[in-house]
């Protein structure tokens, strides 16, 4: 039904990677659990460690089944928490799990269009989707409040190809860079990733 393997280099264009989700859905928690997926438990670590803020609106961008969903939930109770995702089947399964206060069938990269503005915007384990990385920065920017954080991964093989540290900067004066993780482990049980391809944590703070 789907290729593992294609994670590595992506799926493909928006169109494949919709149907390519929508596939996965069902047995995507079982797989990730097998593969000791720990991207949101140690993102959710990392920014506690990092701020003690508590967020009132959090919009978790390209949320899937609501892996990083339920350690928000854990982590900030009393929390709202949108989700967005462009996979309509993980959406469904997200919505079944009773932790997003608003879910939207949507492209991570867009604007979205809510009337409040959020505490805290996530995007864990997908920024190697992105398409447009100034796209994503301004409009994750005009979606967050005035001191709110922006949280997300991106895998260190890509980083080191586009050169991802330039980009952040570039995008410094509406969101400053205020802490990045040390590499971490991403998929250690996946034959493809194992030790191979590691994660950076990343949190912004706007202006």
């Known amino acids: 039904m789907y290729n593992f393997k294609s994670l590595v280099s992506g799926v493909g ?27 949101p438990k140690k993102s959710i670590k990392f920014l506690k460690e990092t701020t003690n803020f508590k967020p009132k609106n959090i919009l978790d961008l390209a949320c899937g089944t609501g892996l990083f969903g339920a350690e928000l939930k854990k982590a900030y ?7 967005s995702d462009i996979s309509k089947k993980s959406l469904k399964i997200s919505s079944e799990k009773k932790i997003y206060k608003k879910l939207q069938i949507k492209n991570f990269e867009q604007l979205h269009n809510y009337k409040i503005k959020f505490d805290l915007i996530s995007l864990i384990g997908s920024m190697t989707y992105c398409k447009n990385f100034d796209k994503l920065f301004v409009n994750v920017n005009k979606n967050i409040k005035q001191k709110g954080f922006a949280l997300f991964t991106h895998r260190i093989d890509l980083w080191q190809q586009q050169d991802f540290l330039s980009i952040l900067k ?20 996946n034959k493809d990733f194992k030790n191979k391809i590691k994660i950076k944590i990343v949190l912004l703070q706007k202006y």
């Open 170 to 189: 570039k995008h410094r004066k509406s969101l400053k860079i205020i802490k990045i993780s040390r590499p971490l482990k991403y998929l250690p049980l």
């Open 77 to 83: 109770p009393k929390s709202h928490i949108y989700g």
């Open 13 to 39: 264009n928006l169109n494949k990677t919709k149907k390519y989700y929508d596939d996965w859905s069902e047995k995507y928690d079982e797989t990730l659990k097998l593969w000791n997926y720990q991207a």
